[in-house]
């Protein structure tokens, strides 16, 4: 759905199931920018549930992101509320079912590209507004 994530050389992804911790099965780099797509495998079938980005442009053009980079916001991105994702995601599996998430990261701003991960946020929110009618339902209004 997303093409324009095949551009970014450094990317990965893991599963996340109920009982595995996500501290553990994380492997997005700690050093690094980008954007993060989460699709939920439920009863045979995939969505894309959620969005999320590390890092943003500020005012004088440099990229701030905060200590722990990708893998910290995977793994500690407040969630349904202010609850960490590694405790919020794994209530809200088992609350809806959802046998595993599928999390791809891609690094979106280093030596090679400088493509703003909060702007790329938007710019896949957008389209899958556009698609879908709607967010992903884990993805609030645009932020």
Not at 19 to 31: G, I, M, R, S
Not at 88 to 99: F, L, S, V, Y
Not at 108 to 136: A, M, S, W
Request: glycine share 6%; with cysteine; net charge positive.
């Amino acid at each position: 759905m997303f093409g324009i994530l095949d551009k970014y050389k450094t990317q990965q992804h893991f599963f996340l199931t109920p009982e595995k911790d996500l501290q553990t099965v994380c492997n997005a780099p700690a050093d690094k920018s980008g954007v993060y797509v989460v699709y939920a495998l439920k009863k045979g079938r995939v969505e894309l549930i959620y969005i999320g980005n590390a890092g943003k442009i500020e005012k004088d053009g440099t990229l701030s992101n905060k200590k722990g980079g990708l893998k910290d916001e995977i793994i500690n991105s407040p969630q349904f509320g202010k609850t960490p994702a590694h405790i919020a995601w794994k209530k809200q599996m088992i609350r809806e079912n959802i046998e595993a998430l599928n999390i791809y990261w891609y690094v979106t701003y280093d030596t090679d590209v400088k493509d703003c991960p909060e702007v790329l946020k938007r710019n896949l929110l957008r389209q899958h507004l556009d698609i879908f009618g709607i967010f992903p339902k884990w993805n609030k209004a645009v932020s």
